[in-house]
């Protein structure tokens, strides 16, 4: 079985978040999604609008994600490649290069990012009301 991770806070969850998910899960045969913790966005300088259990939840509700963990740590990535065996570590790209230090362990793939959407652009679509929406999907 070939395992995927990412890592991420995925509030507000959007089109952009799914489409790196299930890129990511048609790489394997099985995707864990490691959740960035309230307390860990905190450190982020983040605070997400969704709390952590809910943010877990609604990904865990995803056909294409197989596994939920906590992300409570910059430097758990290492320990969590060893511990579930991962084969491939994929983020979007705009942490291109950012994690470099982990292809000693696992394939490192940075898919690009889904152009038009983001949490703080639906955060201000609200504020001031135009529509989001990404481009169609090919
Ligand atoms: N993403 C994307 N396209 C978008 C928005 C986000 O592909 N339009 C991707 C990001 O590149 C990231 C993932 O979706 O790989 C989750 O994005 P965020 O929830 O913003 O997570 P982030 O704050 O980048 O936290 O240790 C890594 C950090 O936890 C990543």
């Known amino acids: 079985m070939r395992k995927v991770i990412t890592y991420g806070t995925f509030d507000l969850f959007h089109m952009g978040h799914l489409r790196l998910l299930e890129r990511l899960r048609e790489m394997g045969d099985h995707l864990t999604v490691a959740v960035s913790s309230d307390a860990f966005n905190a450190g982020k300088g983040k605070s997400a609008t969704v709390c952590y259990e809910e943010r877990a939840h609604i990904l865990r509700a995803l056909r294409c994600v197989d596994d939920v963990i906590a992300e409570d740590a910059w430097e758990q990535k290492a320990d969590d490649i060893r511990r579930l065996g991962i084969h491939v570590f994929g983020m979007g790209s705009d ?13 490192v793939v940075y898919l690009p990012r889904t152009e038009g959407i983001s949490t703080s ?14 481009a169609a999907s090919r």
């Open 95 to 107: 942490w291109d290069g950012k994690f470099d230090d982990l292809k000693a362990l696992c394939e």
């Open 121 to 134: 652009l639906i955060k201000e679509s609200i504020v001031s009301p135009t529509p989001v929406r990404v």
